[in-house]
């Protein structure tokens, strides 16, 4: 069986909703994160796979990959930066306590 | 800069310093009220000398011409006739009479400079009332003295009758101002100016006439026979309401009925107020106006028929009142209104110059008689009912003199100055139709049988309380000005003050040689001393004689007429149907404002927004999951929405 664009996208659109499932449903802040680098992997994915079966063969996507790779690296080492310090501040990393600017 | 204009400059500067600053400094408060009255009549009697020339207008608004709009210039500039040239110097000298006199009677008053403060404000208003050139610059002197009144009124606002009092003098006048208003624009609308300099006034006649004889024109059937018939001429209704118009203003700040209720309640304020504003010049104001705006009354028949008929009546409606008061102040009060009911009869009758000639006269009496009875209250501790009085004569003899000169000037005998004015004004009213003469001649009798009896109970027969028995008469400073006043009462007969006014009636009315000169325009009575002089004296010497032997000797009053002694329930009236009835309006105004404007609109509004953020607060949980889920929902509604749905 030849593997074409839609397999790609198929496999890209699972992980994302696996990806959002996970950030709507776990309670973990960590695990959350984890799940948001999944829809980031999943749109990564889309690029690269259009990338690769654009007629004209133009790689624009692949760069653009390398981009939100290394900006998704620097966005994690901040995004884990802030989970451990209010992990110092609150002694948790459950959303459900981290409440406190609710009306 | 015209000197002229320090006329006005000087008591509003006196004024804005002494209720900025100087009203802690009572005795700097005085030094600049009175200077200032002072340098203002000096500058007023350079002005009646001819020394001073009139300054050159400003233009204080313009409103340029647009289409629909005929354009108003109104300048503020001042104007130096023979009329404004007298009226200016009794403003300014009775002012600086009164002026010194409270020196002395608010000698003990904690806030004096405040007093001071607000007669400065009075002289600085109604200097301008006296020198306006226009109907709008005089509109604005106009409620200038109206504040200043109100002010003194509530002097003592501790009182609380002096705060009703107050309140009520500013309503009534605030009422009739609203009728003068109208008249000012009528007139602009009839003639396109506001303009009341005396050649201004005479082309406003002519045109005025124009409209006249253009309505006579077109008159058919009935009506011109009725025309021809001479029993009535017809007039455009326009001229009839700016007429009234302007005679309203004159009812309200001459307190003529039915807005009298104001002004025997305005002697709630000191003494030295109602001299000077609510008997000397405020209240003449209206006689003034009608007199500087009199060729625009003769245009209207029917409102000279008003105002003469309005003005007799007050004279002696009032004086019926004045006969039961038992307030000094009180009864001063009504013989006021009806004094200024004489000089509006005498505007109404066509004769102007009698009014001014009468109005002068009063000034004088009047601001005497005040001061005097001023006198006597502070003599006495602030006692002002007669019949806690007595035997006074003997006590404050100075105060009893000039208090009995302005008594004879004013019930007009001879040769005292009110004899000459009141018969004057007989004489116009005779001229005019012998029913104002009789019903004139009647209220000469009750001004004599109340001033007499007032007299007698007030200064004869023994002393009735143990306060009346130990007067003290008043310093210098109070006795000075009532001497001056006294001979000013005795000479003003004899100084020329009726030639004077009548060459000024005559050429107003002649000032562009358009204007008819005869009879019917300004009254000119034939000599005849019976009822010129005779009957008045007869009448005035039966009201002195029956007063006497009425009241010579009681220790109470023998006449008990309630209905007078209330004032004809008027103020009741009043109170049950105007106050109530505009308290139910009110009511239901405050109902709508606070259920509908404030509750409905701007409650409504504010009670929206916050029911909306209420309502939007609900999706701020505080859980994280949520806020995802909503996020992710409305994702997947963007997504819905630009790929499926076409």
Same mark, same amino acid.
């Given at each position: 069986?030849?593997?074409?664009?839609?397999?790609?996208?198929?496999?890209?659109?699972?992980?994302?909703?696996?990806?959002?499932?996970?950030?709507?449903?776990?309670?973990?802040?960590?695990?959350?994160?984890?799940?948001?680098?999944?829809?980031?992997?999943?749109?990564?994915?889309?690029?690269?796979?259009?990338?690769?079966?654009?007629?004209?063969?133009?790689?624009?996507?692949?760069?653009?990959?390398?981009?939100?790779?290394?900006?998704?690296?620097?966005?994690?080492?901040?995004?884990?930066?802030?989970?451990?310090?209010?992990?110092?501040?609150?002694?948790?990393?459950?959303?459900?306590?981290?409440?406190?600017?609710?009306? | 800069?015209?000197?002229?204009?320090?006329?006005?400059?000087?008591? %509003? %500067?006196?004024?804005?310093?002494?209720?900025?600053?100087?009203?802690?400094?009572?005795?700097?408060?005085?030094?600049?009220?009175?200077?200032?009255?002072?340098?203002?009549?000096?500058?007023?009697?350079?002005?009646?000398?001819?020394?001073?020339?009139?300054?050159?207008?400003?233009?204080?608004?313009?409103?340029?011409?647009?289409?629909?709009?005929?354009?108003?210039?109104?300048?503020?500039?001042?104007?130096?006739?023979?009329?404004?040239?007298?009226?200016?110097?009794?403003?300014?000298?009775?002012?600086?009479?009164?002026?010194?006199?409270?020196?002395?009677?608010?000698?003990?008053?904690?806030?004096?400079?405040?007093?001071?403060?607000?007669?400065?404000?009075?002289?600085?208003?109604?200097?301008?009332?006296?020198?306006?050139?226009?109907?709008?610059?005089?509109?604005?002197?106009?409620?200038?003295?109206?504040?200043?009144?109100?002010? %003194?009124?509530?002097?003592?606002?501790?009182?609380?009758?002096?705060?009703?009092?107050?309140?009520?003098?500013?309503?009534?006048?605030?009422?009739?101002?609203?009728?003068?208003?109208?008249?000012?624009?009528?007139?602009?609308?009839?003639?396109?100016?506001?303009?009341?300099?005396?050649?201004?006034?005479?082309?406003?006649?002519?045109?005025?006439?124009?409209?006249?004889?253009?309505?006579?024109?077109?008159?058919?059937?009935?009506?011109?026979?009725?025309?021809?018939?001479?029993?009535?001429?017809?007039?455009?209704?326009?001229?009839?309401?700016?007429?009234?118009?302007?005679?309203?203003?004159?009812?309200?700040?001459?307190?003529?009925?039915?807005?009298?209720?104001?002004?025997?309640?305005?002697?709630?304020?000191?003494?030295?107020?109602?001299?000077?504003?609510?008997?000397?010049?405020?209240?003449?104001?209206?006689?003034?106006?009608?007199?500087?705006?009199?060729?625009?009354?003769?245009?209207?028949?029917?409102?000279?028929?008003?105002?003469?008929?309005?003005?007799?009546?007050?004279?002696?409606?009032?004086?019926?009142?004045?006969?039961?008061?038992?307030?000094?102040?009180?009864?001063?009060?009504?013989?006021?209104?009806?004094?200024?009911?004489?000089?509006?009869?005498?505007?109404?009758?066509?004769?102007?110059?009698?009014?001014?000639?009468?109005?002068?006269?009063?000034?004088?009496?009047?601001?005497?008689?005040?001061?005097?009875?001023?006198?006597?209250?502070?003599?006495?501790?602030?006692?002002?009912?007669?019949?806690?009085?007595?035997?006074?004569?003997?006590?404050?003899?100075?105060?009893?003199?000039?208090?009995?000169?302005?008594?004879?000037?004013?019930?007009?005998?001879?040769?005292?100055?009110?004899?000459?004015?009141?018969?004057?004004?007989?004489?116009?009213?005779?001229?005019?139709?012998?029913?104002?003469?009789?019903?004139?001649?009647?209220?000469?009798?009750?001004?004599?049988?109340?001033?007499?009896?007032?007299?007698?109970?007030?200064?004869?027969?023994?002393?009735?309380?143990?306060?009346?028995?130990?007067?003290?008469?008043?310093?210098?400073?109070?006795?000075?000005?009532?001497?001056?006043?006294?001979?000013?009462?005795?000479?003003?007969?004899?100084?020329?003050?009726?030639?004077?006014?009548?060459?000024?009636?005559?050429?107003?009315?002649?000032?562009?040689?358009?204007?008819?000169?005869?009879?019917?325009?300004?009254?000119?009575?034939?000599?005849?001393?019976?009822?010129?002089?005779?009957?008045?004296?007869?009448?005035?010497?039966?009201?002195?004689?029956?007063?006497?032997?009425?009241?010579?000797?009681?220790?109470?009053?023998?006449?008990?007429?309630?209905?007078?002694?209330?004032?004809?329930?008027?103020?009741?009236?009043?109170?049950?149907?105007?106050?109530?009835?505009?308290?139910?309006?009110?009511?239901?105004?405050?109902?709508?404002?606070?259920?509908?404007?404030?509750?409905?609109?701007?409650?409504?509004?504010?009670?929206?927004?916050?029911?909306?953020?209420?309502?939007?607060?609900?999706?701020?949980?505080?859980?994280?999951?949520?806020?995802?889920?909503?996020?992710?929902?409305?994702?997947?509604?963007?997504?819905?929405?630009?790929?499926?749905?076409?």
């Amino acid at each position: 069986m030849e593997i074409t664009l839609n397999h790609y996208l198929a496999v890209a659109a699972t992980l994302f909703a696996i990806g959002m499932m996970g950030v709507i449903m776990r309670r973990n802040l960590l695990i959350i994160y984890m799940s948001l680098e999944m829809m980031l992997q999943a749109a990564n994915l889309t690029l690269v796979a259009f990338s690769r079966f654009n007629p004209r063969g133009h790689l624009d996507g692949q760069v653009f990959v390398f981009f939100v790779i290394t900006v998704a690296a620097a966005e994690v080492a901040v995004g884990l930066a802030l989970i451990v310090a209010l992990y110092r501040v609150r002694q948790t990393t459950q959303v459900q306590d981290l409440n406190t600017l609710k009306f | 800069m015209d000197i002229a204009w320090l006329l006005l400059l000087l008591p %509003l %500067l006196a004024s804005i310093a002494i209720l900025v600053h100087l009203h802690r400094k009572p005795d700097m408060a005085i030094f600049a009220s009175v200077g200032s009255a002072a340098l203002c009549f000096l500058i007023a009697l350079a002005v009646a000398w001819g020394s001073v020339p009139a300054p050159a207008s400003l233009v204080w608004m313009d409103f340029p011409e647009s289409a629909g709009f005929p354009g108003l210039r109104i300048e503020a500039g001042m104007l130096f006739d023979s009329l404004s040239k007298g009226m200016l110097l009794i403003v300014t000298g009775v002012g600086l009479l009164v002026h010194i006199f409270s020196i002395g009677y608010m000698s003990h008053d904690p806030s004096k400079g405040r007093f001071f403060g607000g007669l400065s404000i009075f002289m600085f208003s109604m200097t301008g009332i006296v020198l306006a050139t226009n109907l709008i610059m005089l509109f604005f002197f106009w409620e200038g003295v109206g504040l200043s009144s109100y002010l %003194l009124i509530g002097f003592w606002y501790q009182k609380e009758s002096a705060a009703a009092a107050a309140n009520k003098a500013f309503v009534c006048n605030r009422l009739a101002d609203f009728g003068f208003m109208i008249g000012i624009l009528t007139f602009w609308v009839m003639m396109g100016t506001v303009s009341i300099e005396p050649d201004q006034l005479a082309q406003c006649y002519v045109h005025g006439t124009q409209i006249q004889s253009q309505v006579q024109s077109t008159l058919h059937g009935v009506t011109a026979l009725i025309h021809q018939s001479g029993l009535i001429t017809p007039t455009p209704i326009l001229l009839t309401v700016m007429v009234l118009g302007l005679f309203c203003g004159c009812v309200g700040k001459s307190a003529m009925f039915p807005f009298h209720v104001w002004l025997p309640d305005a002697m709630e304020g000191p003494t030295p107020v109602s001299a000077l504003i609510h008997a000397a010049t405020m209240v003449a104001a209206g006689v003034y106006m009608l007199c500087r705006t009199y060729p625009l009354l003769i245009l209207s028949p029917q409102g000279m028929g008003v105002i003469a008929f309005i003005g007799c009546f007050t004279a002696i409606f009032a004086a019926l009142i004045a006969v039961q008061q038992n307030d000094i102040k009180r009864i001063l009060a009504y013989s006021t209104l009806s004094q200024l009911g004489y000089m509006v009869m005498a505007v109404g009758c066509s004769g102007p110059d009698a009014a001014m000639f009468h109005l002068t006269t009063h000034a004088f009496f009047k601001a005497l008689l005040f001061l005097a009875a001023g006198s006597v209250i502070h003599a006495l501790h602030e006692e002002q009912d007669i019949w806690r009085m007595g035997g006074l004569w003997k006590k404050i003899p100075l105060t009893f003199v000039t208090f009995a000169i302005g008594m004879l000037a004013l019930i007009g005998c001879p040769p005292f100055a009110g004899f000459f004015s009141k018969d004057y004004v007989l004489a116009v009213a005779y001229e005019h139709h012998p029913a104002f003469y009789w019903v004139g001649v009647f209220t000469a009798f009750l001004t004599a049988f109340y001033m007499t009896r007032l007299m007698v109970v007030a200064f004869w027969g023994p002393a009735r309380t143990p306060t009346a028995e130990h007067p003290h008469e008043s310093p210098s400073v109070m006795t000075i000005p009532l001497i001056l006043l006294s001979i000013l009462s005795i000479i003003g007969g004899f100084i020329g003050i009726e030639t004077y006014y009548h060459t000024w009636a005559v050429n107003q009315l002649q000032a562009t040689g358009q204007l008819p000169i005869d009879g019917h325009f300004v009254a000119i009575p034939e000599a005849n001393w019976m009822i010129e002089s005779g009957i008045p004296l007869l009448t005035v010497l039966a009201g002195v004689a029956s007063a006497w032997f009425l009241y010579n000797g009681r220790a109470t009053d023998p006449l008990r007429i309630t209905v007078l002694a209330r004032k004809f329930y008027f103020d009741e009236f009043y109170d049950r149907n105007l106050v109530v009835g505009t308290q139910m309006w009110a009511s239901v105004l405050n109902w709508i404002d606070g259920w509908i404007l404030e509750g409905l609109v701007i409650r409504g509004l504010a009670y929206f927004s916050v029911g909306m953020g209420e309502l939007l607060k609900l999706f701020q949980t505080g859980s994280l999951q949520a806020y995802a889920f909503l996020f992710s929902l409305g994702g997947a509604l963007l997504i819905y929405l630009t790929l499926f749905a076409h």
